[in-house]
């Protein structure tokens, strides 16, 4: 130790060690092309975890597992667009007992309305939900993810029409509802941010894509090529949808009317196709994590966490 031998086996130690992994990534990458990797070997799945699944990659993966639920909801709401069949249930009339304080307030009268009728998606209450007719009857207007509550307050009781919207208006609806959203709500606001979310995460997918499909253009897989050919075919009109609804959903940030118009036509294949794209570009990813078994934990529980999120929470406020 006196002579400097530790350091000096040290060092070479440390040489060797940075040549064999060099030499073992490249061996793992020409074997991974050639699809004859053991994934099961611990040393393997450590170089292939460094070497030929870098963190560009992994953020790819990761975004679109964890807002799967919501790159679903866009795909039908899309398809549906180009169907645009709009059935919209016929409205239920009731009544209810309802007693107008002295004094109170047309706004305080809706805001008790509001809470016997259980319809606190609607909440904030806005003034053009607050009307008198020309007979001087308070007539409160709600309109809300679900449909629609038409209240006429009268003598001891309100006078109740509902239209419930069906589950297309529903999710389109959710669709739309990002950040800039406020809702009296927690669940809507919840959900508007986690919409808010996977808009973005899809802007990251589309440039992580393009980085992932330039690094491994050489790559095989009949998984790999339908998910990497389908998603650069659809890039420059998912780039349109993607850049409108955020200036739709941050107006104030960018404004590109033609562009709206184009996210907001009804039946136009361009939704169906973006929608199918969707559709066939996560289900492929999904095949493809699943071939990967060093991720497939990680990836269950992203998947399972976005899942519990968006999908609680769209049931949740249908109920």
């Given amino acids: 130790m006196g002579l400097g031998v530790g350091a000096e086996l040290e060092c070479v130690l440390a040489r060797v060690i940075r040549h064999l992994r060099e030499v073992a990534i490249k061996d793992v990458e020409v074997h991974y092309q050639r699809r004859r990797v053991n994934f099961r070997n611990m040393h393997v799945r450590y170089c292939i975890s460094c070497g030929s699944f870098p963190v560009i990659a992994r953020v790819h993966l990761y975004a679109g597992l964890l807002t799967l639920a919501n790159l679903a909801l866009y ?36 805001g008790r309305v509001v809470r016997v ?39 001891g009781r309100l006078h109740v029409v509902e239209t419930r919207a069906s589950l297309w208006k529903y999710l389109s609806t959710l669709h739309v509802t990002t950040a800039a959203f406020k809702s009296g709500d927690w669940r809507m606001q919840a959900w508007a941010w986690w919409n808010e979310f996977a ?11 393009v980085w992932v499909w330039w690094q491994r253009r050489g790559t095989r897989g009949a998984f790999r090529r339908v998910h990497r050919w389908v998603g650069m075919g659809s890039l420059a009109v998912i780039a349109i949808y993607e850049v409108s609804a955020i200036a739709m959903a941050h107006r104030t940030w960018l404004h590109t009317e033609t562009l709206n118009r184009i ?13 199918m794209a969707l559709l066939v570009m996560g289900a492929t990813g999904l095949m493809m994590w ?12 992203v998947v399972g966490l976005g899942a519990l999120i968006a999908g609680g929470l769209m049931i949740w406020m249908r109920m």
């Fill in 117 to 155: 009728l259980g319809l606190s998606l609607a909440t904030p209450v806005h003034d053009f939900a607050i009307k008198r007719d020309p007979a001087g009857v308070l007539v409160l207007d709600f309109y809300h993810a679900n449909g629609r509550h038409k209240v006429t307050v009268l003598d």
């Fill in 75 to 110: 795909a039908i709401v899309g398809i549906a667009a180009l169907l645009d069949r709009r059935v919209t249930p016929p409205p239920v009339i009731s009544e209810t007992s309802f007693a107008v304080q002295a004094g109170e307030s047309d706004r305080a009268v809706a």
């Fill in 263 to 275: 996210h907001r036509m009804r039946g136009l294949w361009l939704s169906a196709g973006i929608g």
């Fill in 199 to 209: 808009m973005w995460c899809v802007l990251v997918m589309m440039l992580s894509g």
């Fill in 290 to 301: 699943w071939r990967m078994p060093r991720e497939r934990r990680s990836g269950a529980a």
